[in-house]
């Protein structure tokens, strides 16, 4: 069964500093990995998909890594704004035959300080 | 159209209610899953549809009913629920179970069973 884990759980900064979010999985048979932002009481909004056979992504100030063989991504997110804080979440498509599912990670709370 | 769209945004019901959650995508996207989120949790998969037929119960309460009555459109129909259904009932989309795409979240409804 595939786990993902997301460390640190929360995670607190002052405005202007790079930082980096790490997920890991157990199983490496997946089709991708996508990064998502969720605000209090909101719905998810898609950061970065990453494809398995992919290294990285990159939109704006975030880039998205994947180690697929040793189960790890990282979020870097650069020159943070207080605009930036959410909760991060992970989560992979699983490459299983009939039970295809994204498998989400615990989430990462994210606090930008001004 | 790049949305996933759900109504109502909140819902307040009593346990002996009839409700239902509608999610809507006009994307051409031929998976749709339904997912609840407790708070401070990562979203539980519950319910997937591939090309309008159940491809996946994640061992949900008969109490919640799923319906796809075509491609564009996913229900969620809720009978004698308890409190502890009182959720936030997220709706996503994707091209296909089997595929490299990523998923797309709509904004959730807030759920507070009475």
């Known amino acids: 069964k595939q786990e993902v884990t997301q460390i640190p759980a929360a995670l607190s900064v002052p405005e202007g500093e790079n930082l980096v979010l790490n997920c890991s999985f157990t199983?490496?048979?997946?089709?991708?990995l996508q990064w998502f932002r969720q605000d209090p009481g909101k719905g998810l909004t898609s950061l970065l998909l990453?494809?398995?056979?992919?290294r990285e992504q990159t939109s704006g100030r975030l880039n998205a890594s994947l180690d697929k063989s040793s189960g790890r991504s990282t979020l870097y997110i650069a020159a943070s704004q207080p605009g930036d804080s959410a909760t991060y979440l992970c989560a992979v498509k699983v490459a299983n035959f009939g039970n295809e599912k994204l498998t989400f990670g615990t989430g990462t709370r994210l606090t930008i300080i001004p | 159209d790049t949305e996933v769209t759900q109504t109502p945004k909140h819902l307040v019901m009593g346990m002996t209610n009839k409700k239902s959650l509608k999610c809507e995508q006009h994307m051409g996207h031929r998976a749709m899953y339904w997912y609840k989120q407790k708070a401070k949790k990562p979203p539980e998969l519950m319910f997937v549809?591939?090309?309008?037929?159940?491809?996946i119960n994640e061992s949900v309460p008969s109490r919640f009913s799923p319906e796809c009555p075509n491609s564009s459109l996913l229900n969620l129909h809720l009978h004698a629920l308890q409190p502890e259904d009182s959720a936030l009932y997220l709706c996503?989309?994707?091209?296909?179970?089997?595929?490299?795409?990523?998923?797309?979240f709509g904004s959730g409804t807030r759920l507070t069973v009475v």
């Open positions: 996503a989309s994707s091209q296909g179970l089997t595929d490299f795409y990523g998923y797309t």
């Open positions: 549809y591939s090309y309008e037929k159940l491809s």
């Open positions: 199983d490496s048979a997946i089709y991708n």
């Open positions: 990453i494809q398995s056979s992919q």
